[in-house]
């Protein structure tokens, strides 16, 4: 057990005894919150993931987490054993978290709900949503017409960094689509209407959608303004 997780413990007990933590542990960045929960779904220690629940809340719910928690990695191991699994993104949407797992270039959600220090605070769940046939198509799109000029998971190059939340051109969720459909006259950003099925567009929209937020290593900086468009995982 590493030392955050051997003192949440600790605290859990002495809670147990009537004390009262005065301080909450944070977690960088909710992407951070995500890498964590991977490496720990990954490990063979789930107990680490007391170190990612929020203190505050009681030890009931605590313990309900930590249970959910094992459920959702037995499945996550049925599915696709423990060893491939990898962060793509973090989502809010509503009252839930989603963590977007990707394995062998497939997708996974798990579900929950985080505070904001990014903790968790509520049990997990997980879900296969029909979003992810989509996205996988979407990537598989976006690695052969996309990549050599807007950079690996949209980190930029010669075309704008996608990953961001800054647009140079894009000013709503239908723009988008439309940009590359049509492409950016006089500039490298040519028409895929001619080039790709409405589907392959459809897909590689999405694709970018969810890349919302990603922390990549070397990514350009942001041009344009910021405008945060909607990433919808499960339809209300
Ligand atoms: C040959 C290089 C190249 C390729 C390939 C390319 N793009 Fe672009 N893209 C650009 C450039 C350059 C711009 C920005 C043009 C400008 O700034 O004038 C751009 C702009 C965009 C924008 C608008 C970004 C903003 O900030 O408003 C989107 C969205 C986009 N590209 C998506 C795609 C998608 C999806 C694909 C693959 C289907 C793709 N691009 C393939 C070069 C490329």
């Not at 049990?123 to 799109?141: D, H, M, P, Q, Y």
Request: glycine share 8%; hydrophobic share 40%; net charge positive.
């Amino acid at each position: 057990m590493k030392t955050q997780a051997r003192i949440r413990f600790l605290v859990i007990l002495l809670t147990l005894a009537g004390w009262q933590p005065s301080f909450a542990f944070q977690q960088s960045s909710l992407y951070e919150t995500g890498k964590r929960l991977i490496q720990i779904a990954g490990s063979d220690n789930s107990d680490e993931i007391v170190s990612l629940i929020d203190p505050k809340i009681d030890i009931d719910t605590q313990a309900d987490i930590l249970k959910s928690f094992i459920q959702v990695k037995e499945g996550l191991f049925n599915i696709i054993g423990k060893n491939n699994l990898e962060l793509f993104n973090v989502i809010k949407q509503g009252k839930f978290t989603y963590f977007i797992l990707m394995y062998n270039n497939k997708f996974l959600f798990i579900r929950s709900k985080t505070n904001d220090k990014n903790l968790i605070t509520g049990t997990f769940s997980l879900l296969n949503s029909n979003i992810g046939e989509k996205l996988a198509l979407g990537r598989k799109v976006y690695k052969m017409k996309c990549y050599s000029c807007h950079g690996k998971y949209g980190k930029g190059g010669i075309g704008p960094n996608l990953a961001d939340n800054y647009w140079k051109f894009v000013k709503n969720e239908d723009d988008l689509k439309n940009v590359i459909e049509n492409g950016k006259k006089g500039t490298t950003m040519i028409a895929y209407k001619a080039y790709l099925k409405p589907e392959e567009i459809e897909a590689v929209t999405l694709y970018i959608k969810a890349l919302k937020g990603k922390e990549i290593q070397n990514a350009k900086k942001p041009e344009g303004d910021k405008i945060d468009i909607p990433f919808t995982i499960i339809k209300n």
